[in-house]
């Protein structure tokens, strides 16, 4: 196992100082896709988030990270072609909390030594920030009878039983507690099954 410095040896120690002061969330992969970097955004980022760095820091890998398969085959396929072709690859995507909307922009910047991908840095740069995303307000049964939320896997839209449409529910953005199945809703759906090849 070569050695995390060694893994990360594509970024430059200038680059890496730029990284870390910026106000983005920041992480670099190396061409296995494993995170090598993370700045301190991200990191304050992910602890905000109630993210676990042992799920989403140094050492993990960014593919394995994804449960979904029609996601994971969507990135997969993405930094495939980032480190195939060197060209930077940007995406957009949804990351609501239950407090408020937040649009991402993403940027996959690869990164060659030699001639040779080595790495890429990846940015997420908060596009647009709302309100919080408005659920119904009457209190209203979202398990099913054998107590399962239906959530989008991508964005954590909530279907409710019985009911074709998929909405925001803020409580259940921070923690849908107990079991969740998962489904993807008609705007992810659209989202990442049409830019597949
Ligand atoms: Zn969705």
């Not at 040896?9 to 190396?30: K, M, N, Q, T, W």
């Not at 989403?56 to 072709?85: N, Q, W």
Request: aromatic share 10%.
């Amino acid at each position: 196992m070569p050695s995390l410095p060694e893994c990360r040896s594509f970024l430059s120690e200038e680059r890496e100082r730029e990284l870390d002061a910026a106000d983005d969330e920041v992480y670099a992969i190396d061409a296995r896709r494993v995170i090598v970097y993370v700045n301190h955004a991200y990191v304050a980022f992910c602890e905000q988030n109630g993210g676990e760095l042992g799920a989403c820091g140094l050492g993990v890998s960014l593919i394995g990270a994804i449960t979904a398969p029609f996601l994971k085959r969507f990135y997969g396929e993405a930094y495939d072609r980032v480190f195939r072709s060197g060209e930077p690859w940007r995406s957009r995507y949804l990351c609501h909390s239950p407090e408020e909307t937040r649009t991402f922009d993403m940027s996959v910047e690869p990164v060659a030594v030699d001639g040779i991908v080595r790495g890429a840095i990846v940015l997420h740069h908060l596009r647009e920030r709302g309100e919080a995303p408005l659920g119904p307000v009457e209190p209203r049964e979202y398990r099913n009878a054998s107590g399962f939320v239906r959530l989008c896997s991508v964005c954590r839209r909530v279907q409710p039983p019985n009911d074709p449409s998929w909405i925001w529910v803020p409580s259940l953005l921070a923690s849908p507690a107990g079991t969740v199945s998962h489904g993807i809703c008609e705007s992810c759906e659209a989202t990442y099954y049409d830019e597949l090849p």
